[in-house]
């Protein structure tokens, strides 16, 4: 089956970008941390101009977020200045079989980390242009969130304490905020059988586009992040 591109958005790109700069923050971090040498890694600037360079044959926004970008990342820089977590892990992916160990279920989190109390957190950085309690409680029943729960407390036994939510608002005036996510024990109870479905209902489409159902829906179709690879598909057919 062809995959569709995903169109560039400048959230998209944005959202690319400030995740490129705190990778090599906390890589970096990670390296002072255990002895190593910071320096194998780019600062988190140049993390920013190098992805924008390698990325702008795509699109011109990806140039014209550089300056936006390294600004916004300062500013989340100044504001956590104080932040005492030890790394553990920077994105670490997570696999597992699933469903009689049929499907492989893989998921790539932002950070993890230690507390001052030893306990360990699962991060996930997030780009915003808003922060409120909306903005948070959407992410209590998203599988992402779920997943992170079902890997920590399968990794890290009782040590594991949750999900962080990593939120950096990036329009100005710059804001910041962390914390973390509410749990849902019923959506995790059936998290294992909800991928076994959606397994199901892949294998049953085919390799035909035109057999699989159509979402129909204005927060899939028309995300945050712009237009769906098929929404032109979906919308005129093949």
Same mark, same amino acid.
């Given at each position: 089956?062809?995959?569709?591109?995903?169109?560039?958005?400048?959230?998209?790109?944005?959202?690319?970008?400030?995740?490129?700069?705190?990778?090599?923050?906390?890589?970096?971090? /990670?390296?002072?941390?255990?002895?190593?040498?910071?320096?194998?890694?780019?600062?988190?600037?140049?993390?920013?101009?190098?992805?924008?360079? /390698?990325?702008?044959?795509?699109?011109?926004?990806?140039?014209?977020?550089?300056?936006?970008?390294?600004?916004?990342?300062?500013?989340?820089?100044?504001?956590?200045?104080?932040?005492?977590?030890?790394?553990?892990? &920077?994105?670490?992916?997570?696999?597992?079989?699933?469903?009689? /160990?049929?499907?492989?279920?893989?998921?790539?989190?932002?950070?993890?980390?230690?507390?001052?109390?030893?306990?360990?957190?699962? &991060?996930?950085?997030?780009?915003?242009?808003?922060?409120?309690?909306?903005?948070?409680?959407?992410?209590?029943?998203?599988?992402?969130?779920?997943?992170?729960?079902?890997?920590? /407390?399968?990794?890290?036994?009782?040590?594991?304490?949750? &999900?962080?939510?990593?939120?950096?608002?990036?329009?100005?005036?710059?804001?910041?905020?962390?914390?973390?996510?509410?749990?849902?024990?019923?959506?995790?109870?059936?998290?294992?059988?909800?991928?076994?479905?959606?397994?199901?209902?892949?294998?049953?489409?085919?390799?035909?586009?035109?057999?699989?159902?159509?979402?129909?829906?204005?927060?899939? #179709?028309?995300?945050?992040?712009?237009? #769906?690879?098929?929404?032109?598909? #979906?919308?005129?057919?093949?």
């Amino acid at each position: 089956m062809d995959v569709l591109p995903f169109p560039m958005s400048p959230p998209l790109v944005n959202g690319s970008l400030i995740h490129i700069a705190l990778a090599h923050r906390y890589q970096r971090l /990670k390296e002072q941390q255990t002895g190593g040498d910071p320096n194998k890694w780019f600062s988190p600037e140049q993390a920013i101009a190098a992805l924008a360079h /390698k990325n702008n044959d795509e699109s011109p926004l990806w140039r014209g977020a550089i300056a936006h970008i390294i600004e916004a990342y300062s500013a989340y820089n100044n504001n956590w200045l104080a932040e005492d977590w030890k790394v553990l892990e &920077v994105e670490n992916e997570f696999r597992a079989r699933v469903g009689a /160990k049929k499907h492989l279920y893989t998921q790539r989190a932002d950070l993890v980390v230690e507390d001052p109390s030893e306990r360990v957190w699962i &991060v996930d950085h997030k780009s915003a242009y808003r922060i409120n309690s909306k903005t948070l409680d959407q992410y209590i029943l998203d599988g992402q969130f779920i997943g992170y729960q079902m890997f920590g /407390k399968a990794i890290y036994k009782d040590r594991f304490a949750g &999900v962080i939510l990593n939120r950096i608002k990036l329009s100005h005036p710059y804001d910041f905020d962390r914390r973390p996510i509410e749990p849902a024990p019923a959506a995790l109870k059936s998290f294992l059988a909800t991928i076994e479905e959606g397994e199901r209902r892949i294998a049953a489409g085919g390799q035909d586009i035109d057999s699989f159902p159509m979402a129909l829906n204005n927060q899939t #179709c028309y995300g945050k992040y712009g237009k #769906c690879g098929a929404y032109d598909l #979906c919308r005129f057919g093949v």
